[in-house]
């Protein structure tokens, strides 16, 4: 689907978008946002306008645009970590992940997330030893034998291909490890409690460029299991490891398209700006 | 080519002129101001460290001489037969009371209408006070009258029998207004049936007429207590023979104690003879008149240097000796067949108590009775006293005694044990408020609750404590004992208090006074805890409580504990409100009732202090142990705090 918008006519005010076409994603829709608006203050302001846009099932869907254009915001919609701020709310639109509008009443934030994971952009492992961090998932689940966290811990951390680096050490405290190591722990930690779809905000934006290697190799193996949505400055990162890219401009959806078609052939000129490096 | 270099402009980077001070500029006076008012608090904290150790450890030689002079005059061995007596005595209270109990319960349900009696004789009494008193003046007007006769005499007759049956009316009406209910001081409720006996004799009595039953239910008692009297004629001679049983014991001890308490004066003396003979050598030197001068002369060469001599001072108490061991022994042996002769069982339940009691009483008495007569037969003036001794009687000492005529002692344990008491009695009550709240504020509560709590805890700082001190005695302490008497509450230890001052209410207060204090250093250590671990819990899928329990409170935790140590140090170290409000008993706790001890009086370090050093001379063996008392003080707040630093470094937040 590519998504065809008035610059314009947009910012003069326009009240719906244009209808989203027909495009060249393939696959089952795992997250689909219909006209989408987010405010920070109360709808004073819209930090996204009017989003529409299909996510499909166990690909790489990668978010890319400048600062403050709203990419990060509208990654944390999918979770509803924007909850925690005061005055912050969606504002028009809905989000249904698996066909079930994630606002609705009967929706349990707490089991939402439980489906929808994240990894940060900064690592952020508890002050717990690597077990305790990635058991701590399964843990307030309510998974008390020993037996089976031990499994668990062993196949995320393989999963997160950490296995093979601290199998030795797993009660040794988490930030004995590297920075790449922490982020893939990070990442360890969101796949322990299985979820569907795996929202990564910049993940590699505090990493070497070694360590970011990894981690990409490692979102391009998670792709089979997982649906990864995934922000990103780098355009290269974006175009070596999404299998779709939406780009993002003040808040709006400019142009949503797979990778390979988005960085060759561009539709809009911003677009095509952007990924030329002409500004952003 | 010739060269060239640019010159010209070279003094832009020269040194100024302008201000100058022997070769110092602006900027290095501005450097050594700061400097110098950070050196100057530090210098002043080395000061007041090296005054208070200087002053504070001259009291250890100072308070061994104290020590020796107690022993070389005797007086231990006077201690020794103190302690006898004393442990007698308490056996003997025991035996006494358990004798009295049962004679009074004899008429123990009679006694109970007797009271009743006489309260509701009060109620009545004063509910009819006017009418009463318009009574006794008539009376004495037609009294006056008596003499004069004639009408006026009539008239005043008239006039009191008028008065007095107003009066009697409104006693009917008093009596009628009295239910059981308003019983108060009376522990034994009567049935309806004997309350409306009572006080129909009552109101009889105080109309003036005669109540036989008021007076049948008297003669019964006490020919009650009489018959038990008699009953337990053996028990009661036994009580009585046991406290006669003390008095030799205790007249040898008053002999030796005058004799002793006069050589502990001559040693005082001895003592201030060379300041003495100074002074008067002084004054001479000053003096112009030469006679006066001559007599100070005369004095101040008169004044005796010399010390007294232990052998001289300790022979009275060496020929007393045997006669002391002889007499300790008969004692001891009458005390045993004394006790053998109580019946182990009669027939007031409070009495059986203390009896079924008594064996173990006993036997401590015997073991102590035992080690004093060890520790008197091996006494001897000549036992050397080393410094050590000087150490640990003052550290581990249960005695606190000064300004006394016989023998001042300065033993730290009940001050110390009541400042870790109340300090402990603070801290589990703060913590979990002052934690909680700091949890509630940083992550639970909206801005809006946040700007109203947070700035409130933090305002109980300002109070000053001389304010709380004041609150605890006028409000605190009664509603404390109100509350203790309550009935449900009865199962708490130490309940109902005693004291309306004691170690619970200074706790209470203090627990307030630390809250700001704990609540502010672990609202900070929690909002040190980063964002992000909040946000991964919370993605992971785990409720708010979860994340605080699991994730931040652990992370906090160094903070926390260290926030618990400090305000554990500023609780002991507080003073206004413990001299105002603990009780200011200084004895060590009585252990024996458990948690009991909670609702004692006590005295704390910090009271002590603030409560002696106004009325002690300067330089003194007492002035010193409050400068000890002091130190230690100064020691647990050095430590407190430097653990509560260590705590923070070694465990604290890494990222």
């Given at each position: 689907?590519v998504?065809?918008?008035?610059?314009?006519?947009?910012?003069?005010?326009?009240?719906?978008?244009?209808?989203?076409?027909?495009?060249?994603?393939?696959g089952?829709?795992?997250?689909?946002?219909?006209?989408?608006?987010?405010?920070y203050?109360?709808?004073?302001?819209?930090?996204?306008?009017?989003?529409?846009l299909?996510?499909?099932?166990?690909?790489?869907?990668?978010?890319?645009?400048?600062?403050?254009?709203?990419?990060?915001t509208?990654?944390?919609?999918?979770n509803?970590?924007n909850?925690?701020?005061?005055?912050?709310?969606?504002?028009?639109?809905?989000?249904?992940?698996?066909?079930?509008?994630?606002?609705?009443?009967?929706?349990?934030?707490?089991?939402?997330?439980?489906?929808?994971?994240?990894v940060?952009?900064?690592?952020?492992?508890?002050?717990?030893?690597?077990?305790?961090?990635v058991?701590y998932?399964?843990?307030?689940?309510?998974?008390?034998?020993?037996?089976?966290?031990?499994?668990?811990?062993?196949?995320?951390?393989?999963?997160?291909?950490?296995?093979?680096?601290?199998?030795?050490?797993?009660?040794?405290?988490?930030?004995?490890?590297?920075?790449?190591?922490?982020?893939?722990?990070?990442?360890?930690?969101?796949?322990a409690?299985?979820?569907?779809?795996?929202?990564?905000?910049?993940?590699?934006?505090?990493?070497?460029?070694?360590?970011?290697?990894?981690v990409?190799?490692?979102?391009?193996?998670?792709?089979?299991?997982?649906?990864?949505?995934?922000?990103?400055?780098?355009?290269q990162?974006?175009?070596?490891?999404?299998?779709?890219?939406?780009?993002?401009?003040?808040?709006?959806?400019?142009?949503?398209?797979t990778?390979?078609t988005?960085?060759?052939?561009?539709?809009?000129?911003?677009?095509?700006?952007?990924?030329?490096?002409?500004?952003g | 080519?010739?060269?060239?270099?640019?010159?010209?402009?070279?003094?832009?980077?020269?040194?100024?002129?302008?201000?100058?001070?022997?070769?110092?500029?602006?900027?290095?006076?501005?450097?050594?101001?700061?400097?110098?008012?950070?050196?100057?608090?530090?210098?002043?904290?080395?000061?007041?460290?090296?005054?208070l150790?200087?002053?504070?450890?001259?009291?250890?030689?100072?308070?061994?001489?104290?020590?020796?002079?107690?022993?070389?005059?005797?007086?231990?061995?006077?201690?020794y037969?103190?302690?006898?007596?004393?442990?007698?005595?308490?056996?003997?209270?025991?035996?006494?009371?358990?004798?009295?109990?049962?004679?009074?319960?004899?008429?123990?349900?009679?006694?109970?209408?007797?009271?009743?009696?006489?309260?509701?004789?009060?109620?009545?009494?004063?509910?009819?006070?006017?009418?009463?008193?318009?009574?006794?003046?008539?009376?004495?007007?037609?009294?006056?009258?008596?003499?004069?006769?004639?009408?006026?005499?009539?008239v005043?007759l008239?006039?009191?029998?008028?008065?007095?049956?107003?009066?009697?009316?409104?006693?009917?009406?008093a009596?009628?207004?009295?239910?059981?209910?308003?019983?108060?001081?009376?522990?034994?409720?009567?049935?309806?049936?004997?309350?409306?006996?009572?006080?129909?004799?009552?109101?009889?009595?105080?109309?003036?007429?005669?109540?036989?039953?008021?007076?049948?239910?008297?003669?019964?008692i006490?020919?009650?207590?009489?018959?038990?009297?008699?009953?337990?004629?053996?028990?009661?001679?036994?009580?009585e023979?046991?406290?006669?049983?003390?008095?030799?014991?205790?007249?040898?001890?008053?002999?030796?104690?005058?004799?002793?308490?006069?050589?502990?004066?001559?040693?005082?003396?001895?003592?201030?003879?060379?300041?003495?003979?100074?002074?008067?050598?002084?004054?001479?030197?000053?003096?112009?008149d030469?006679?006066?001068?001559a007599?100070?002369?005369?004095?101040?060469?008169?004044v005796?240097?010399?010390?007294?001599?232990?052998?001289?001072?300790?022979e009275?108490?060496?020929?007393?000796?045997?006669?002391?061991?002889?007499?300790?022994?008969?004692?001891?042996?009458?005390?045993?067949?004394?006790?053998?002769s109580?019946?182990?069982?009669?027939?007031?339940?409070?009495?059986?108590?203390?009896?079924?009691?008594?064996?173990?009483?006993a036997?401590?008495f015997?073991?102590?009775?035992?080690h004093?007569?060890?520790?008197?037969?091996?006494?001897?003036?000549?036992?050397?006293?080393?410094?050590?001794?000087?150490?640990?009687?003052?550290?581990?000492?249960?005695?606190?005694?000064?300004?006394?005529?016989?023998?001042?002692?300065?033993?730290?344990?009940?001050?110390?044990?009541g400042?870790?008491?109340?300090?402990?009695?603070?801290?589990?009550?703060?913590?979990?408020?002052?934690?909680?709240?700091?949890?509630?504020?940083?992550?639970?509560?909206?801005?809006?609750?946040?700007?109203?709590?947070?700035?409130?805890?933090?305002?109980?700082?300002?109070?000053?404590?001389?304010?709380?001190?004041?609150?605890?005695?006028?409000?605190?302490?009664?509603?404390?004992?109100?509350?203790?008497?309550?009935?449900?509450?009865?199962?708490?230890?130490?309940?109902?208090?005693?004291?309306?001052?004691?170690?619970?209410?200074?706790?209470?207060?203090?627990?307030?006074?630390?809250?700001?204090?704990?609540?502010?250093?672990?609202?900070?250590?929690?909002?040190?805890?980063?964002?992000?671990?909040?946000?991964?819990?919370?993605?992971?899928?785990?409720?708010?409580?979860?994340?605080?329990?699991?994730?931040?409170?652990?992370?906090?935790?160094?903070?926390?504990?260290?926030?618990?140590?400090?305000?554990?140090?500023?609780?002991?170290?507080?003073?206004?409100?413990?001299l105002?409000?603990?009780?200011?008993?200084?004895?060590?706790?009585?252990?024996?009732?458990?948690?009991g001890?909670?609702?004692?009086?006590?005295?704390?370090?910090?009271?002590?202090?603030?409560?002696?050093?106004?009325?002690?001379?300067?330089?003194?063996?007492?002035?010193?142990?409050?400068?000890?008392?002091?130190?230690?003080?100064?020691?647990?707040?050095?430590?407190?705090?430097?653990?509560?630093?260590?705590?923070?470094?070694?465990?604290?937040?890494?990222?």
């Open positions: 689907m998504i065809e918008m008035n610059q314009e006519t947009a910012t003069l005010g326009k009240e719906t978008p244009d209808e989203p076409v027909i495009g060249r994603i393939k089952k829709t795992m997250i689909e946002c219909n006209d989408v608006s987010f405010s203050d109360n709808g004073k302001t819209n930090t996204l306008d009017h989003i529409s299909d996510i499909p099932e166990k690909q790489v869907t990668a978010f890319i645009g400048p600062s403050g254009c709203g990419k990060s509208f990654l944390r919609c999918f509803r970590m909850d925690l701020i005061d005055s912050a709310r969606i504002t028009s639109g809905s989000i249904n992940i698996m066909g079930q509008d994630i606002h609705a009443p009967e929706v349990d934030v707490i089991e939402l997330r439980k489906q929808v994971g994240m940060f952009q900064k690592y952020n492992p508890f002050p717990k030893s690597i077990y305790e961090n058991s998932g399964p843990r307030i689940q309510g998974v008390r034998d020993k037996k089976e966290l031990d499994a668990i811990v062993e196949r995320s951390l393989k999963g997160a291909a950490l296995w093979d680096e601290v199998k030795d050490r797993l009660n040794s405290s988490a930030f004995g490890l590297s920075g790449g190591q922490q982020q893939r722990l990070c990442i360890a930690r969101a796949i409690v299985q979820p569907h779809v795996i929202l990564m905000d910049e993940p590699c934006s505090a990493l070497d460029p070694i360590a970011t290697a990894k990409e190799e490692l979102i391009m193996e998670l792709r089979e299991k997982y649906t990864i949505v995934i922000v990103t400055h780098s355009m990162q974006a175009s070596r490891i999404s299998d779709n890219t939406a780009f993002f401009y003040l808040g709006k959806l400019i142009e949503y398209d990778t390979k988005l960085f060759s052939t561009p539709s809009q000129k911003q677009t095509e700006d952007y990924i030329s490096g002409r500004f | 080519m010739s060269k060239t270099t640019v010159n010209g402009e070279a003094k832009a980077f020269r040194k100024k002129g302008g201000f100058n001070i022997l070769g110092k500029g602006l900027q290095d006076l501005i450097r050594y101001f700061f400097g110098g008012n950070a050196m100057v608090a530090i210098v002043v904290l080395v000061l007041i460290s090296a005054f150790a200087k002053e504070a450890f001259f009291f250890f030689p100072r308070h061994l001489e104290e020590l020796r002079a107690y022993r070389e005059t005797g007086q231990e061995y006077v201690g037969m103190d302690a006898e007596l004393k442990a007698h005595r308490k056996i003997t209270s025991q035996v006494t009371q358990a004798y009295n109990l049962q004679i009074r319960e004899a008429a123990g349900d009679e006694l109970a209408l007797l009271e009743v009696a006489q309260e509701l004789k009060g109620i009545i009494r004063s509910a009819a006070e006017d009418e009463g008193r318009a009574l006794k003046a008539a009376e004495e007007k037609a009294g006056v009258l008596e003499f004069v006769g004639g009408e006026a005499l009539e005043a008239a006039d009191v029998a008028a008065k007095r049956s107003a009066y009697n009316e409104a006693l009917q009406k009596g009628e207004g009295v239910f059981l209910d308003n019983l108060e001081r009376s522990e034994v409720k009567p049935s309806a049936e004997d309350f409306a006996k009572v006080k129909r004799s009552v109101v009889r009595t105080l109309s003036g007429e005669e109540s036989p039953w008021l007076t049948e239910l008297e003669a019964s006490s020919a009650k207590q009489a018959a038990a009297a008699a009953k337990y004629g053996e028990f009661g001679e036994a009580v023979s046991l406290v006669a049983a003390q008095s030799p014991l205790e007249n040898l001890w008053s002999e030796l104690r005058t004799i002793t308490a006069e050589n502990r004066s001559a040693v005082e003396k001895a003592q201030t003879a060379p300041r003495r003979k100074k002074a008067l050598e002084d004054g001479a030197r000053l003096t112009d030469p006679t006066k001068k007599e100070m002369l005369a004095r101040a060469a008169a005796d240097l010399s010390a007294p001599n232990p052998e001289a001072m300790t009275a108490v060496y020929a007393k000796r045997d006669e002391h061991q002889a007499i300790r022994k008969q004692l001891f042996a009458e005390t045993e067949s004394l006790l053998k109580i019946p182990q069982k009669v027939a007031s339940k409070q009495s059986n108590e203390i009896l079924d009691d008594l064996p173990k009483v036997e401590k015997e073991k102590q009775f035992a004093l007569g060890k520790q008197a037969a091996a006494w001897s003036h000549q036992d050397k006293i080393g410094m050590w001794h000087s150490v640990t009687t003052f550290f581990l000492g249960t005695e606190w005694v000064t300004n006394s005529s016989w023998n001042d002692v300065y033993g730290l344990m009940p001050l110390f044990s400042s870790c008491m109340i300090a402990l009695i603070a801290i589990f009550i703060a913590v979990p408020f002052s934690v909680a709240s700091a949890i509630y504020v940083n992550q639970i509560a909206g801005p809006r609750e946040q700007n109203l709590i947070k700035p409130t805890i933090e305002f109980i700082q300002a109070i000053p404590s001389i304010v709380l001190g004041f609150f605890g005695i006028v409000v605190l302490g009664d509603f404390l004992r109100d509350v203790s008497q309550w009935e449900v509450l009865s199962w708490i230890p130490g309940f109902p208090m005693q004291e309306r001052l004691n170690a619970l209410n200074a706790g209470l207060l203090l627990a307030f006074m630390s809250i700001p204090t704990i609540f502010t250093l672990a609202e900070d250590a929690l909002n040190n805890v980063p964002k992000a671990y909040r946000d991964a819990s919370l993605a992971l899928g785990s409720t708010r409580l979860q994340t605080i329990l699991k994730v931040i409170v652990p992370t906090a935790l160094s903070g926390i504990v260290a926030a618990v140590l400090l305000g554990f140090g500023r609780i002991i170290g507080e003073t206004m409100v413990v105002l409000v603990a009780g200011n008993k200084i004895a060590m706790p009585e252990f024996s009732e458990g948690l001890i909670l609702t004692q009086p006590t005295h704390t370090m910090t009271g002590i202090i603030a409560q002696e050093t106004g009325e002690v001379e300067q330089g003194s063996l007492h002035w010193r142990a409050l400068f000890m008392v002091g130190m230690v003080l100064f020691t647990i707040s050095l430590v407190l705090n430097s653990i509560a630093q260590q705590v923070l470094k070694r465990y604290g937040n890494k990222s």
